[in-house]
């Protein structure tokens, strides 16, 4: 097939499965392209053929751009798929890091919307970007967690990744576009966001993703379906426990049942990431550098543990100095104060 | 025949003046009949009885006729005894026993049935009210100083006669000392007795300096009542307006008016009632604790055994500065520019985070004992500080720095507040973004907001702290040396 033709089966692709049984009964891309120009295909797939054109302008009003199967930019982790998508229609730069998935239900409570948006956040701290569905609830709060740590999200839609689906989240689309991230869909531009359309994009949401979150899931919903691909996919599933007779959390219980990590927060589901993924890319780096000068020898005085007062007293500085100096140093994470104690974490003790 | 005399009530700590009216009419067969009207409790009821004898004690004859005597405004709510001195100046000027130019006088005082005048509660509203209206005030000898706070020409008088010649300006009265006698005044405890707690006493400084609320959580036994106690002997002195407002206050309470140049200091106990806190009471509003500290501190002692629903009630007023009382008829604001110092343990046995003593209370105790502290109270305090126990070989040692140098800084730190125009305690977000803060100090609270460490309101709280601790320093621009320290002040309980 020419990348042309397979640009052609991309637009008709508004179902994929159509797509190939064309080309399956005519042989080629090509034949079929031939036959439609002779009136001789179902009438409504020869629409969509002969409006090519129509659907290349569609694609760069938005600024969109496709990226083929074996092309360079598709990603790889996608061919671990069985059904890999053809085509992608990308807006942004898909980030090439392993990333992570936080998915759930539209109906999710509070509980699990705070949940979401600090993963969201703790996992672009970390350095991973975040891949989700751009959904109300659990999708959209993970999203707004990631912008708010102006971390690099990618939304996978069920619709053509110009349509604002929810219109709500319209702030989110541009956010994540903004901050270097992407909008991404298998369908062309305009494509109307069906219910059917939905649950083949979850096989996306995990083929992108290293490793899948679910904050909240029904018995019954797409949050499910993304789950049960991803253990097809052998993607690493972590799932947030919830009251056994909470509607919204049945689902994510029945997959710690099953055998996913149940998560205790987001500093444990960084920690459980971590041994997937590897270190996270930003903290790392920053906990390496060991602070010098007064903060270096707070720290020393420190050890293991100490009051400010005791601190002040050990070095001889006025208080005022040594508790700006510990707040810094907090801020840095280099000590944790808990109940008027300052706690030197681990691997910022004196190099001996 | 007419006469009026005018007097003075409080409403809230507002002094408004009461006019006495006293009318005496009729034949003399209506003799025994004294009435008095304009919504007079019972108290004043019995004024009838006392006026009756002092009148004649004082040689006089009391009216054969009807008299009638109002209180005016009639619907304002009245109490007390206070209103016996100017009913009989009134019934002798109306009955045209004494000359009517004795009514050109404000007065109140409780007679005793021997003639004698008696102190009665709100000696200082009459004196504010004389002041406004350019007469004398007369009140009972022994209770003049109340009203000379005023600064009022008060004349102190001794008896029903001794009152007539006063008003009669036969006799200049007996003078009052005008302020109370400063010793009388408890100086509170000396900061020089806190041993150790090096950071617990900075935060005490900053907290005088900026009129901040402030959270001492320690184990039994660190210090942290003795570090609140020693919180007013660092504030500078009231301005005579203030300590006016705060005399005002003290008289609406009946308190008497002992407060004079030092910011007051009320540390209510957990068991008190709402009404004795916020203030109340049936019939007219009494102010409570909130208001008697007014310009001063509300210590707070185990702020867990509060009520929770009484420490919600509070926080509205304490931000506001204002107390709203409504009763029957009467709505009231109080006035509660207070600053709001509380002590508490972590735990209820007292020991979490001890270095020495297990704490023995079960997570479950733990939280129930912290969620009685709300979220949204503990926001309300600008630094929240843990106080450690002290080590004996802190206890042995010198002490520290004394009250009067650091009242000093303190004092120093409010003047620069009072050429902006406010205490950094009541700094709105608008001029807090109008004051200048240095590059680092925005990018400090930035980063410290990003990694949860601050909620909005906390965002303000610390930016309030750090400028006090940048006005304690003389410093114009407030620099992340003093955010980081008001974040360091601000602790998570």
Redo the contacts between chains.
């Keep these: 097939m020419s990348r042309d033709d397979r640009l052609m089966f991309a637009f008709l692709a508004l179902h994929p499965e159509r797509a190939r049984e064309l080309v399956e009964r005519h042989g080629s891309a090509a034949a079929v392209l031939r036959l439609a120009r002779k009136g001789r295909i179902d009438a409504i797939d020869r629409e969509r053929i002969l409006d090519l054109d129509a659907c290349r302008a569609a694609m760069d009003r938005a600024g969109c751009r496709a990226v083929m199967q074996g092309d360079p930019g598709y990603p790889a982790m996608l061919s671990d798929l069985g059904d890999p998508p053809d085509i992608l229609f990308v807006r942004g730069e898909i980030p090439a890091e392993p990333a992570v998935a936080v998915v759930g239900t539209r109906r999710c409570t509070s509980y699990g919307r705070r949940l979401a948006s600090s993963f969201g956040t703790a996992i672009a701290r970390a350095g991973w970007p975040l891949v989700s569905g751009l959904a109300r609830g659990i999708d959209g709060a993970a999203h707004r967690g990631t912008i708010e ?1 102006r971390g690099v999200g990618v939304a996978v839609l069920g619709c053509g990744s110009d349509v604002m689906y929810p219109p709500d989240h319209g702030d989110i689309h541009d956010a994540l576009l903004a901050t270097g991230g992407a909008v991404i869909s298998e369908y062309p531009p305009g494509t109307r966001p069906n219910g059917w359309r939905f649950p083949p994009r979850n096989r996306i949401i995990s083929g992108l993703s290293a490793a899948v979150v679910v904050v909240e899931a029904a018995i019954t919903g797409g949050a499910l379906v993304t789950a049960s691909r991803a253990g097809e996919q052998g993607r690493v599933l972590f799932a947030v426990p919830g009251d056994v007779d909470r509607q919204a959390s049945v689902g994510c219980n029945l997959l710690i049942r099953d055998g996913a990590i149940p998560i205790l927060g987001a500093d444990d589901l960084v920690e459980g990431l971590s041994l997937v993924l590897g270190p996270p890319p930003l903290s790392a780096g920053k906990a390496a550098g060991r602070p010098d000068g007064l903060g270096g020898r707070i720290l020393e005085a420190a050890i293991p543990s100490a ?3 005791d601190i ?2 050990r070095l001889g500085l006025p ?3 040594v ?6 140093l ?2 840095g994470g280099h000590v944790v ?5 300052v706690e030197v974490r681990v691997g910022q003790g004196v190099s001996e | 025949m007419f006469a009026c005399v005018t007097s003075a009530a409080l409403v809230g700590v507002e002094p408004r003046p009461v006019r006495v009216e006293a009318h005496v009419s009729g034949a003399e067969s209506d003799r025994d009949r004294f009435n008095i009207v304009g919504l007079p409790d019972a108290s004043i009821r019995e004024a009838r009885q006392r006026v009756q004898s002092a009148i004649l004690s004082a040689g006089h004859r009391f009216p054969s006729r009807r008299v009638t005597v109002n209180l005016a405004p009639a619907d304002l709510p009245k109490v007390g005894s206070a209103y016996d001195l100017p009913i009989a100046l009134g019934v002798l000027a109306a009955s045209g026993a004494v000359p009517s130019s004795v009514t050109r006088v404000v007065a109140l005082g409780e007679l005793a049935l021997d003639g004698s005048v008696r102190a009665a509660r709100g000696g200082l509203a009459a004196g504010i009210v004389a002041g406004r209206h350019g007469v004398p005030c007369i009140v009972a000898a022994d209770g003049g100083t109340e009203a000379a706070l005023s600064g009022a020409d008060v004349r102190g008088v001794t008896s029903l006669a001794h009152a007539v010649a006063v008003g009669l300006g036969e006799d200049p009265g007996l003078a009052s000392p005008t302020r109370p006698n400063p010793e009388q005044i408890p100086a509170g405890l000396d900061l020089a007795a806190v041993r ?4 617990a ?2 935060a005490v400084e900053i907290a005088a300096a900026g009129g901040h609320h402030l959270l001492l ?2 184990p039994p036994g660190a210090g942290k009542t003795m570090l609140a106690r020693a919180l007013p002997g660092i504030l500078p002195d009231l301005t005579t307006v203030e300590a006016l407002e705060v005399a005002q206050a003290h008289a609406a309470a009946g308190r008497g008016p002992a407060v004079g140049s030092r910011p007051p200091f009320r540390s209510p106990h957990h068991s008190a009632t709402p009404a004795a806190i916020l203030g109340g009471g049936s019939g007219v509003p009494v102010p409570g604790e909130l208001t008697l500290a007014d310009r001063g501190v509300l210590f707070l002692d185990e702020l867990a055994e509060f009520p929770t629903h009484l420490l919600d009630t509070l926080r509205q007023p304490v931000e506001e500065g204002r107390v709203h009382i409504a009763r029957k008829g009467v709505s009231v604001a109080f006035p509660c520019r207070v600053q709001m110092v509380a002590a508490t343990n ?1 735990c209820p046995c007292g020991y ?2 001890d270095s020495r003593t297990p704490c023995v209370c079960t997570p479950r105790t733990v939280d129930r004992y912290r969620t009685r502290l709300s979220g949204p109270l503990l926001d309300r305090f600008d630094m929240r500080v ?3 126990r002290v080590e004996a070989a802190e206890l042995i040692g010198k002490g520290g720095e004394g009250s009067q140098s650091v009242r000093q800084r303190v004092t120093a730190a409010r003047r620069l507040q009072e050429a902006r125009g406010s205490l950094n305690r009541a700094l709105g977000r608008e001029a807090l973004d109008a004051l200048p803060w240095s590059r680092g100090a925005d990018e ?1 609270l930035v ?2 907001m ?2 949860h ?1 601050l909620t909005g309101r906390g965002w303000d709280r610390v930016r309030r702290t750090a400028r006090t ?1 940048a006005d304690l320093a003389a410093e114009e621009v407030a620099s ?3 955010v ?2 008001a ?3 601000r ?1 998570v309980l």
């Excluded at chain 1, 508790?323 to 810094?328: E, V």
């Excluded at chain 1, 104060?337 to 104690?341: E, I, K, N």
């Excluded at chain 2, 150790?196 to 950071?199: D, E, F, L, V």
Aim: charged content about 30%; overall charge negative; glycine content about 10%.
């Design positions: 740590a009051t400010p007062d002040a007293e208080i005022s100095e508790l700006a100096a510990i707040a810094r907090e801020l104060v808990d109940g008027g104690l | 150790g707690q090096a950071m006493r900075r959580v320690g972590p979490r985070d843990m106080v450690p400090c980063e410290a990003d990694r460490a601790i992340d040396a003093h980081l320290e974040l360091g002040l602790r």
